[in-house]
């Protein structure tokens, strides 16, 4: 039963009690052709467009999509546990991936392994040569990740753990991925590293299938289609850089701001010593910027934990389906390249080569794969924006809620 016809508790305000509607900035639209489509969750329930009564109907909305998708997936992966393991030539970080499936390509209904960031890495790659007309997911950036210097703190850590179980659980949503025999090996194997070194010896190889993506040939022009794709894409990423680097400033200010809170708050308990008559108001006056430092805490570890790292995914996955529209260019730019060829030699038959007929069956593939992630990613980034900025003017109203009330 789709969400439209399930009626909610929550949702009982009308339109007229929202007031106007907002409209968003016309760089930010999508490509006219995937915004005039309905919207539908991977497993066929279509999505109801229209601005929730409240941010808690929002989440309880979420919530019922979750539970509707549940009921037909078939795998299931977790990442959690990270581990330390210092050794006499480095020191790194293992997570242990389960993974529970009724599907018949695995031999057990169940797994659990442990992974470093490089496996994950690994995987990745293996999915971007064995798949190179998917979108595949990002993994977080190795090193670097905004506000954390060291790398093995528990901050660290835990970002990385949430990311990279996000990165796996995109590839287990994805009809094609989560097919892949590379994604298998790396949920069922027990020694990874006989598999990457058997994958070394193969590059040759791997290198002959995907040599079309960087040959020498230049597209004359997208499809408007494509190049519209392309337009929003650059324009998004833009915008979003600069919400992170805004993002940034505005939590860098707010530890700053309460650092100074800390030091304040004590000065007036002390003067409340000295100052027996005046006590009491000036106890309270501590007390209230203790309270005020401990939400604007609160609201900063939010920003800095489940605000940010979202922003970072969605840049690199913008940057990922650039690379995979680069593709696709370069498979059209080739197949018009021999078309041209097979022009110039004027033969006697019209017969078109079997090797054009090949390039044209990968520019269709391309299009194809590329137009339904790109799809599939739109339907996901509204479902997890609308999640994070309803979720982040929560916590920005209860923050406010608990300054006013102090």
């Known amino acids: 039963k ?12 009308s339109s007229e009690e929202m007031g106007p509607a907002l409209t968003p900035s016309p760089d930010l639209l999508l490509p006219r052709s995937i915004a005039d489509k309905d919207l539908s969750l991977p497993n066929g329930t279509p999505v109801d467009t229209s601005s929730p009564a409240s941010s808690s109907s929002l989440l309880n909305r979420l919530q019922l999509d979750d539970d509707l998708d549940v009921e037909t997936r078939d795998l299931f992966v977790t990442v959690d546990d990270p581990k330390k ?8 970080i293992t997570y242990r991936v389960t993974t529970k499936t009724t599907r018949a390509e695995f031999d057990l209904p169940e797994y659990s392994v ?7 890495d690994w995987l990745r790659n293996k999915l971007e040569e064995s798949q190179p007309t998917h979108l595949i997911p990002p993994l977080p950036e190795k090193f670097v ?18 990311a990279l179980d996000k990165f796996l659980k995109r590839i287990t949503d994805h009809p094609v991925l ?3 025999e590379h994604f298998n090996v790396f949920l069922t194997a027990k020694d990874l590293n006989a598999y990457k070194k058997q994958g070394m010896a193969l590059l040759s190889k791997v290198g002959e299938s995907v040599k079309y993506v960087t040959g020498g040939y230049k597209v004359r022009s997208r499809p408007l289609e494509f190049a519209a794709i392309g337009d929003y894409l650059d324009t998004f990423s833009l915008k979003l850089g600069t919400i992170d680097r805004i993002a940034q400033r505005i939590i860098k200010e707010q530890l700053e701001y309460l650092v100074e809170l800390r030091e304040y708050g004590p000065v007036y308990s002390t003067w ?3 100052e027996v008559e005046l006590s009491e108001p000036l106890e309270g006056v501590s007390a209230c910027i203790g309270n005020c430092c401990t939400a604007l805490e609160e609201l900063s570890e939010d920003m800095t934990e489940e605000f940010l790292p979202v922003l970072r995914e969605y840049i690199l996955y913008a940057e990922s389906m650039k690379n995979v529209l680069k593709k696709r260019d370069q498979v059209q730019a080739e197949y018009e390249a021999k078309l041209e060829a097979v022009a110039l030699k004027k033969e006697d ?3 078109v080569p079997t090797d054009v007929e090949k390039c044209q069956d990968r520019v269709e593939c391309f299009n194809a794969d590329l137009k339904a992630d790109m799809e599939r990613w739109q339907n996901n980034k509204r479902q997890d924006f609308r999640h994070l900025l309803m979720g982040m003017a929560d916590k920005n109203i209860q923050y406010y809620e608990k300054v006013c009330v102090t």
């Open 2 to 13: 789709s969400l439209r016809e399930m009626p909610h508790p929550l949702a009982t305000s």
């Open 85 to 92: 393991h210092v050794c006499t030539m480095e020191t790194y």
């Open 114 to 120: 442990r992974r470093r960031y490089q496996d994950f």
């Open 145 to 162: 990740v905004k506000g954390v210097v060291d790398r093995f703190s528990e901050e660290f850590v835990e970002t990385r753990r949430k």
């Open 178 to 180: 989560s097919f892949n």
């Open 272 to 274: 409340g010593g000295l």
């Open 349 to 351: 038959r019209p017969k």
